[in-house]
């Protein structure tokens, strides 16, 4: 019985299986974390929407709380409590939390948490914005003041403009929320920095809890004042719904890395290169578009510079010429500085002043790294495209011209055309004129002319 797999080639099963592969990965893509709700959910109870944020203030975070936000809403809940510990982050995304916060009809709570995190620089900004700032103990608050995104001081001029600016924030949202103004100021001009106990005490923030439960406890009957209306929670039996971060969210979040997205967008650009050079292997090609699409997204919510994208792209550029062309040498090494300087121009460095944290920037060990390793994959390539270039094709000794005249044997028959040994040397041959006579193996044959590396002979009279 005839099996209609028979007839499928390798390369058709590499092509179905990079395409296969290329769907599952937009399919995870664009496939939210589910999150079922349970009958406790459903209930009439009061809701508190819990959202837990850690690590460096990215717009990918910043997207995180606005979807808390808005399921905060939906729900109609009583209550939104923000969990929070961060060393930092960008200041755009920073500023969007804080409108959020400001803008909200529904009462928040920032929460420091667990015992030890703290919400440094731009988390001081986002702890002063909520309605209620609790912190665990032995949790900190503070050292606020502008750097550049690389974690250098910026210069006199700039520095001032970039304070100044941080300063009024701060100011302006300790008013709105009836914070002491000096303190939190302090935070920016001073990096000032306080313990859980110094900042309830200074009144930047509100109280101490021990755990979340001990804090819906404090909370009960609290009042918050919301816009010209106070609020007096009721949180004495109340269900919580906690937001966690999607699939994708998660996903952006570890490509925005900036060395991460360095690392995708170096190895997909290499992939494509590899693919054009051996054309119909279809996995590096694949794969390389993957990267370059996820290293390009990471990109994307990075303060980027066009300066660092034109350099990457005329290092692969580079490169390419360099693997059409191997043994020059000048494209390779000219693809690895603009790779190394694109890197290093990319992600932050035109950047504006932020608040301190974890800077985004490439790292400069990485940049060394692949600058090396692509320096010695191009030397070597370099070198063994040379050592080839030098390799010496034979040469006959016999010019051909002094063929004529001689005799040989046919060893492969001529019919018209064959092979002929003559001389101690192999000659493609062709029975001269327009003869239809063949000459079969081991016949004697007189060379009569030369055609190019052809020799015309004719057979020889017995």
């Not at 995708?264 to 390389?288: A, M, Y």
């Not at 990319?346 to 800077?359: E, H, K, L, N, R």
């Not at 005799?407 to 040994?421: A, F, K, M, N």
């Amino acid at each position: 019985m005839h099996n209609p797999f028979d007839n499928i080639s390798p390369r058709q099963v590499r092509i179905v299986t990079s395409i296969s592969f290329v769907l599952w990965g937009l399919w995870m893509l664009i496939l939210p974390a589910s999150q079922p709700v349970s009958a406790e959910d459903m209930s009439s109870q009061p809701e508190v929407v819990l959202i837990e944020l850690d690590g460096a203030i990215s717009r990918v975070s910043a997207r995180f709380v606005e979807r808390g936000m808005a399921l905060a809403r939906e729900h109609n809940a009583e209550l939104v409590v923000l969990t929070l510990d961060t060393p930092g982050g960008l200041l755009d995304a920073t500023r969007d939390i804080v409108e959020e916060f400001l803008l909200s009809d529904i009462p928040i709570v920032v929460y420091v948490v667990p015992e030890g995190a703290q919400a440094a620089s731009a988390g001081t900004f986002i702890g002063a914005a909520a309605h209620i700032l609790a912190l665990a103990p032995a949790t900190n608050i503070g050292a606020a003041s502008v750097v550049s995104v690389d974690g250098e001081d910026l210069p006199d001029t700039l520095s001032l403009k970039a304070t100044e600016d941080a300063a009024a924030f701060i100011r302006s949202i300790a008013e709105a929320r009836g914070r002491d103004i000096s303190a939190l100021e302090a935070t920016v001009l001073s990096a000032k920095a306080y313990s859980a106990s110094e900042a309830v005490d200074l009144n930047v923030a509100d109280l101490i809890a021990t755990d979340y439960a001990s804090l819906l406890v404090q909370l009960d009957r609290y009042e918050v004042e919301l816009g010209d209306r106070t609020v007096i929670l009721n949180l004495s039996s109340v269900d919580t719904t906690t937001v966690g971060k999607t699939f994708l969210e998660r996903l952006l979040e570890f490509v925005s890395d900036p060395n991460i997205a360095f690392l995708l967008v170096s190895l997909g650009g290499t992939g494509i290169i590899v693919e054009l050079w051996n054309f119909g292997l279809w996995i590096p090609g694949t794969l390389g578009v993957l990267f370059l699409i996820l290293g390009w997204a990471g990109i994307g919510l990075l303060p980027f510079s066009w300066a660092g994208v034109v350099l990457m792209a005329l290092a692969f550029f580079l490169l390419y010429l360099e693997s059409t062309a191997p043994g020059i040498g000048y494209f390779g090494i000219a693809g690895v500085a603009s790779l190394v300087l694109g890197g290093l121009l990319m992600v932050g460095f035109f950047g504006d002043p932020s608040i301190p944290g974890d800077a985004p920037s490439v790292s400069k060990w990485l940049l060394a790294s692949i600058g090396v390793f692509l320096g010695i994959c191009m030397a070597w390539i370099v070198y063994e495209a040379r050592k080839t270039k030098q390799v010496n094709l034979y040469k006959s000794p016999t010019s051909a011209i002094e063929l004529i005249g001689m005799e040989g044997e046919v060893t492969v028959d001529l019919s018209p055309s064959g092979q002929i040994l003559i001389a101690g040397e192999y000659w493609s041959g062709r029975i001269y004129g327009d003869s239809d006579e063949w000459c079969t193996k081991g016949s004697k044959v007189e060379v009569v002319a030369i055609d190019g590396n052809h020799l015309q002979v004719k057979p020889t009279e017995i």
